[in-house]
């Protein structure tokens, strides 16, 4: 299982494994969601996402 998911409308991505009802995963679309090669924060931020405020404290 992915430990990341990016929002390609909005460009932000998820930690799943902590994630709230807040960050509204379910209500992306199939092909919104981006997974992250490694999966990683660091390659999220790489591929200019902007980290969930809700699930990923920085
Ligand atoms: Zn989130």
Redo the contacts with the bound molecule.
């Keep these: 299982m992915p430990g990341y998911l990016g929002n390609r409308l909005d460009g932000?991505v998820?930690?799943l494994a902590v994630?709230?009802s807040?960050?509204k995963?379910v209500e992306i679309k199939k092909l919104d969601k981006v997974y992250f090669v490694p999966d990683t924060i660091e390659q999220a931020i790489t591929e200019k996402f902007t980290q969930?405020k809700?699930?990923?404290k920085n």
């Design positions: 932000v998820h930690h994630m709230t807040d960050c995963i969930c809700n699930c990923i």
